[in-house]
């Protein structure tokens, strides 16, 4: 370094930039004294007790606001999960009533359904019945063979099928 210039001075220099150390034979690296690195670590909330008194001791007051700051932190924490469960109950609930709803809009669906079945076919027996009593009873007789050969047993299949057990239940 030169004297003359100011940006020279170590306390100028980059923290970050490494000090050039040369390089190292397995000689200069095998003649440092062997040593052992000792650490700890500890896991949680708060520092450890000892390190909650060193700061105590370089800073009077400190270990009152950690622990403070802790506390608070732990509050802020539970009034989170409480409005996070909150809400997450609520919306629950509201799709439980959306289901609700639901079942009962398709079930009175579903009976509307069978209302006009069987209005559909008390009306086609009807009018197979007015048929017959003008004379036509061959006309009459192939209608009623349709209706109950083919179209009669896909809607009472249709009643058959209708799944009434409630949600749930293992029958």
Known sequence: MSENNATDTPDNQDPFQMPDLGTYSEHTLASFPEGRLVGSLHVGPLPSPETLAAYEANCPGAARE???????????????????????????????????????????????????????????????????????VTVAAVGFGAAAFSALPRIISIFVRTDRRKPGSKE
């Open 66 to 136: 950690i622990l403070d700051a802790a506390k608070e932190n732990q509050k802020h924490r539970h009034n989170t999960e409480k409005q996070t469960l909150s809400m997450a109950f609520q919306h629950q609930k509201s799709v439980f009533e959306w289901h609700e709803r639901k079942q009962k809009i398709d079930s009175r669906f579903a009976a509307y359904g069978q209302w006009i079945s069987f209005a559909l076919v008390l009306t086609y027996f009807l009018l197979i019945g007015y048929v017959a009593t003008l004379g036509h």
